[in-house]
């Protein structure tokens, strides 16, 4: 009880909140519906043949199958309306295939999402760490998915040729005796198949759920972001060239003072020069009045 005490206690159960963990639970119980309704399944149907002779009669004819569905080994015995006399006859079909690879698939996906979510809870830091472990689970998260498909669709086929095989009235085209009009054979219990129809069920929503999750585990794994890092936006701006920094915007505006406005340098003497040109910048002083009248 102290070790398990222990791990629930570094346990990050919070991940069960979270899309990535829910799903996997979900997974889990629902993949213990599919195999477990397939698995565990055993019907009956009962046939009545009502001979001329009523010595020879059989009201209660029960026919037993169940999983895996080889039918072909399900057996029966029938009168022959003929001296007491009986037949023993077998169903026709083999399902054993479509069925038992329904049941495995399911199994792996309870173990698997079972091993994933003691992960998610105890060891998450290492899952993510590289991203290794993500990416690991994406690629076993899509087989499954696919893997589902495959059984369901399988499985599908295989139950409605089941139903077809065990129908009594298909049964009853067996029987020697029921080719005779003086005899009279009729149906009594049909099957019930609701359990397997469930299954079925069952199997799509494991599809559902595993490709749902792919999104989920697709985020973890951090391809995302490596695409996402490739990829420039045309609209970003550019980084301006050297030249800007050295003339033009990364200059302070030499006709910027301290109050905001035009502040002239009155340092320096302006006007015609001796050549008879007038040479005045915006960094010069205009000429004084007495320059002026020297020039008159």
């Known amino acids: 009880m102290d070790v398990v005490n222990q791990l629930v206690a570094q346990g990050q159960f919070t991940i069960l909140k979270q899309p990535l963990g829910f799903i996997k639970a979900l997974q889990w119980i629902f993949a213990i519906f599919a195999f477990s309704t397939c698995g565990s399944y055993s019907g009956m149907f009962k046939m009545s043949v009502e001979c001329k002779n009523r010595s020879d009669s059989d009201l209660g004819i029960e026919v037993e199958f169940e999983y895996p569905f080889r039918l072909h ?18 169903l026709v079909g083999d399902y054993s295939s479509s069925a038992e690879f329904f049941v495995t698939i399911g199994v792996f996906s309870f173990l698997y999402s079972m091993a994933a979510l003691s992960v998610y809870c105890f060891i998450l830091e290492k899952y993510r760490e590289n991203n290794k472990g993500a990416q690991t689970d994406f690629v076993v998260t899509a087989v499954f998915a696919f893997m589902w498909l495959v059984s369901s669709c399988a499985w599908a086929k295989g139950l409605s040729d089941v139903k077809t095989a065990t129908d009594p009235e298909r049964v009853i085209t067996l029987i020697a005796a029921c080719d005779e009009p003086e005899n009279r054979c009729r149906e009594v219990y049909d099957p019930k198949v609701s359990g397997l129809n469930t299954s079925v069920a069952f199997g799509f929503i494991n599809l559902i759920l595993w490709v749902g999750n792919l999104w989920f585990v697709f985020k973890e794994t951090g391809w995302m972001a490596a695409f996402a890092g490739t990829y420039v936006p045309s609209q970003e701006k550019q980084p301006a060239p050297d030249s800007f920094g050295q003339g033009g915007y ?18 320096q003497q302006g006007g015609y020069n001796e050549d008879g040109g007038y040479s005045q910048g915006y960094e010069q002083q205009p000429t004084s009045y007495s320059n002026q009248m020297e020039i008159l």
């Open 73 to 90: 080994q399900v057996y029966f015995d029938a009168p022959t309306c003929k001296g007491g006399n009986r037949e023993r006859l077998f």
């Open 250 to 267: 990364g200059q302070q505006d030499p006709y910027a003072g301290s109050q905001g406005g035009y502040q002239p340098d009155y340092g």
